[in-house]
């Protein structure tokens, strides 16, 4: 090969390295967290045990208010009862739902679980699953299905987070929904 024809080859392949390099921050934490969006389309492939375990454990690892960890994670494999609280869930997602516990005027503040939640939709998508958190179901959950999940009488159900195998060949961030522009969110002073 002729020296030009080298040079021109290796430019191009410095320059496809430049473009991708630029797509990511190379943290990895940082580059989950921009990537990340609420899947839709799962496949049929379950979760593993040990997946499970981890994201789980990135829940607890939440922070929370004075340490208290006012929460309960139900996790639920049980495809009759994650149909219940979801219709036309995809078999193999597991479901976890997030309680929190009342206070003393029953009401239950919602940010540490919210920050659990975060944690392990976070996580679940570092380990290349989907996951997709949801406040809709939450309503049943307390109303109906409490006693039959296990989670205790003084806390409530505040979000559930989906979690499932989704087809990586599939570019699905791409359909995330948009985000306002910096200046509508962010000041600097
Ligand atoms: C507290 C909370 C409640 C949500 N509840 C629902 C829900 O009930 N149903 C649903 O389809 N998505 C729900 N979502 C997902 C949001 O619609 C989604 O995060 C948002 O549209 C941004 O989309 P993206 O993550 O794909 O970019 C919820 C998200 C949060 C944080």
């Excluded at 219940?84 to 919602?110: C, F, H, M, R």
């Excluded at 392990?120 to 039959?148: C, E, F, R, W």
Aim: net charge positive.
């Amino acid at each position: 090969m002729k020296k030009k024809t080298v040079m021109s080859v290796l430019l191009v392949l410095f320059s496809g390295f430049v473009i991708l390099m630029a797509q990511t921050t190379g943290n990895n934490v940082v580059d989950v967290i921009l990537k990340s969006y609420s899947a839709k389309v799962f496949t049929t492939i379950p979760v593993s045990d040990s997946d499970i375990d981890l994201i789980v454990k990135c829940g607890m690892k939440a922070p929370s208010g004075r340490n208290t960890q006012p929460w309960k994670f139900t996790v639920v494999k049980d495809q009759t009862i994650t149909g219940e609280i979801l219709q036309n869930i995809t078999a193999g997602n597991i479901l976890i739902i997030i309680s929190g516990q009342e206070k003393q005027d029953g009401t239950v503040d919602p940010f540490n679980c919210a920050l659990a939640t975060e944690n392990m939709y976070v996580a679940a998508q570092s380990l290349s699953l989907g996951a997709h958190i949801y406040a809709g179901p939450v309503s049943i959950i307390n109303t109906n299905l409490k006693d039959k999940l296990g989670i205790p009488a003084d806390y409530k159900a505040i979000t559930v987070l989906r979690v499932g195998n989704i087809d990586k060949s599939i570019d699905a961030a791409s359909g995330a929904s948009a985000r306002k522009k910096p200046e509508e969110v962010v000041n600097y002073k």
